[in-house]
């Protein structure tokens, strides 16, 4: 008897189906994966499961019982966890906090702080899921963070771990340290479903592989039996294509982005130190680095809403030190933020509206000091269409959308116009094949166009791909800077990004 059974399930929105006739089933202490592309169903799904949603047709059940959990409240009950793709911890409070919150019993409305801490440091090291329970979530860093949720779900006794897109989140070496997590808990006896849009990881760590596409199961297979291309075939509908890194011409180039010795503290710790480069137009930077090394401060700090203790930064020939952050966008600065939820997009908002936060600022789409809404809307419908984005309408709020289409969304909206430096900041995470090598080929084409490009990414294959330069980032310092000339020492790469000084190799 399969441990979750889910068969024939309906889901609309609206009248548009999310989820049709989709059949899954979960066994005990196995790795499933639940594949597909960005808006394909698999977050729907997986509410339905979670007791967020309530499903329009199917049943499911669970140990064998037909069941419809009403709230995760029910599905926590009977042992199901799931972990978002976008984290629900509060960031004011400790992980020893966060992980008991909602637990508070009336019989003793004061906890047992030594004891909780106690179990939380028997699940971690059960798992290997190392995190301090008295450290500020705020302080943690996002894989530290994912942790804490997985720990929460433990806490809680779940048999069943629902985790949405984690890897998503983390670096290759977070990913790796992830992965023996997840076999921790199969061992276990938990089953854990991962929902991703990434083959080879799925083709590394699970035993089962569900294809979701356009709402429908496409088919269940065993990971043995499976290969990339197969998977791609099933989850795309066309064999995979391989991004083509091409040759610069830095011929006529001149220095776009100018970064001298820049440095910043925040709160008594040193987040960038004395960092310098350059970036020419029409040339690709990629910014290499453990998540957490600094990467947020720097781009914060071109950005203007951090302000550093030394150092300059200049855009062509203008010093911008003095300057906020719309006197930096209007001389051509685009920034793609890596949380579209906080800086992003305004989830209530329509897909208009949210375009409509970077138009005001721009002449096309103003006439004497009033914004030009229907040219807005035309603009945005262009986006929509161009970058596929999946939508009803450019109406509905944002917060409808897929995660990898709001990402889409945030793109074109930065990408529009002529920006003449960009801060990409992990402009493909959460998305799909189809979506990334989409950006990916925009980001290659703003580059031929003369554009200069900060690339920041944990994913060490796009900075690759993608880079004329790679810069390593440790602790806030430049590590090195190496030309991508087709045969990278990625070892190399990795020792750096971990720390190792050059010195130490020949
Ligand atoms: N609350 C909602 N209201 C209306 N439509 C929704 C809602 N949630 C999801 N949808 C729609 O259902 C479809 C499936 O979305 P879902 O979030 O399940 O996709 P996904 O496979 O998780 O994609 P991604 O990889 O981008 O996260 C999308 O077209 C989305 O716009
Ligand atoms: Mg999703």
Redesign the pocket.
Same mark, same amino acid.
């Given at each position: 008897m399969p441990l979750v059974s889910m068969r024939q399930i309906d889901?609309y929105? $609206?009248g548009?189906a999310?989820?049709r006739q989709v059949s899954l089933e979960i066994e005990r202490g196995e790795i499933h994966a639940l594949l597909? /592309?960005?808006?394909? %169903?698999?977050?729907? =799904?997986m509410?339905i499961l979670y007791g967020i $949603?309530q499903k329009d047709g199917g049943s499911i059940s669970w140990k064998g019982e037909e069941v419809s959990f009403s709230s995760p409240k029910d599905a926590i009950a009977n042992h199901i966890g799931m972990v978002h +793709?976008h984290f629900m911890l509060v960031e004011t409070m400790t992980v020893s906090q966060n992980i008991t919150l909602g637990l508070r019993s009336k019989r003793h409305p004061f906890p047992d702080r030594a004891a909780i801490d106690a179990r939380i440091t028997e699940l971690s090291g059960r798992y290997g899921l190392q995190v301090n329970p008295r450290a500020l979530i705020s302080e943690l860093s996002v894989g530290e963070q994912q942790r804490v949720e997985i720990i929460k779900l433990l806490y809680r006794d779940a048999e069943l771990l629902i985790l &949405? /897109?984690p890897t998503a989140v983390l670096t290759p070496l977070e990913i790796e340290q992830f992965f023996q997590v997840l076999r921790a808990l199969r061992d276990q006896g938990h089953s854990v479903i991962l929902?991703t849009?990434k083959i080879p990881e799925v083709m590394s760590i699970t035993d089962t592989i569900t294809v @979701?596409r356009d709402?429908q199961s496409i088919r269940t297979l065993r990971t043995a039996e499976a290969d990339e291309q197969l998977l791609s075939q099933l989850m795309i509908g066309r064999p995979l294509q391989p991004v083509i890194p091409e040759v610069l011409e830095t011929e006529g180039s001149r220095t776009a982005l100018a970064i001298d010795r820049l440095s910043l503290t925040d709160r008594g710790i040193r987040r960038l130190d004395h960092i310098s480069f350059e970036i020419r137009t029409g040339e690709i930077f990629g910014l290499a680095g453990v998540d957490g090394n600094g990467q947020k401060e720097l781009a914060e700090t071109i950005l203007g809403i951090r302000i550093p203790q030394e150092g300059s930064i200049s855009f062509f020939d203008t010093q911008v030190q003095q300057l906020n952050v719309q006197q930096r966008k209007r001389l051509g600065l685009a920034y793609i933020s890596d949380d579209r939820h906080h800086d992003g997009l305004i989830m209530d908002m329509s897909l208009t509206e949210n375009y409509l936060l970077k138009a005001f600022m721009d002449k096309r789409y103003s006439r004497y000091g009033f914004v030009d809404y229907r040219a807005c809307r035309a603009a945005t419908t262009e986006a929509v269409t161009s970058y596929r984005i999946?939508?009803?309408g450019t109406e /509905?709020p944002v917060? =409808? @959308?897929?995660? %990898?289409? +709001?990402q889409k969304l945030i793109l074109s909206r930065e990408l529009s116009g002529a920006p003449g430096i960009i801060i990409a900041f992990q402009p493909t995470r %959460? =998305? &799909?094949i189809g979506a990334s090598e989409y950006i990916q080929k925009m980001l290659a084409q703003k580059r031929r166009e003369g554009c200069a490009i900060l690339l920041i990414s944990a994913d060490l294959d796009e900075i690759q791909a993608m880079s004329d330069r790679i810069g390593i980032i440790y602790k806030g310092a430049l590590q090195d800077i190496i030309s991508n000339t087709g045969n990278l020492d990625t070892t190399r790469i990795g020792l750096l990004m971990a720390g190792h000084r050059q010195t130490e190799e020949s």
């Open positions: 889901k929105f $609206y548009t999310a989820n597909g /592309e960005n808006g394909a %169903g698999k977050t729907t =799904l509410n $949603y +793709q &949405d /897109e929902i849009h @979701l709402g999946k939508t009803r /509905e917060r =409808l @959308l897929s995660g %990898g289409n +709001q %959460g =998305l &799909d």
